[in-house]
């Protein structure tokens, strides 16, 4: 079993920039970040399959956000610029050691598809 524990969320303003930290308690190589606004389904933020790098992106995040990997501390971060209202919400990662390499590699995937769930953490964004 991996354990996720999300750091790094809280308030800011439409404009700034925010990054997120997952800790990971071991390895896996198909990764993600998803969020939840209040009243919505969790959707796909970004994923990634560590072995080679791919990522993937929701339109609405593409060229403000971007995934990456620690492979030395078993972190997976996110780093969000351009803030908006509309990306208020909490983001979780997510994490899974089963799925298809080349499944993982080829699109954005769904929250359905992750076996492993950190805690969340809360962003805020005032316009």
């Known amino acids: 079993r991996v354990q996720l524990v999300e750091s790094g969320g809280g308030a800011a303003q439409a404009g700034g920039s925010l990054r997120l930290t997952c800790v990971a308690s071991g390895y896996t190589y198909c990764m993600g970040w998803f969020r939840q606004a209040p009243g919505k389904e969790r959707e796909g933020v970004a994923t990634i399959y560590v072995g080679d790098g791919s990522t993937h992106y929701a339109d609405s995040v593409k060229g403000r956000f971007t995934i990456s990997p620690d492979f030395v501390k078993n972190m997976l971060h996110l780093n969000i610029n351009r803030l908006n209202p509309e990306d208020t919400g909490m983001y979780y990662c997510?994490?899974?050691?089963?799925?298809?390499?080349?499944?993982?590699?080829?699109?954005?995937?769904?929250?359905?598809?992750?076996?492993?769930w950190g805690q969340g953490a809360q962003v805020t964004v005032s316009s």
């Open positions: 997510a994490a899974d050691g089963v799925l298809p390499a080349s499944y993982c590699s080829s699109n954005l995937l769904p929250a359905r598809d992750f076996t492993y």
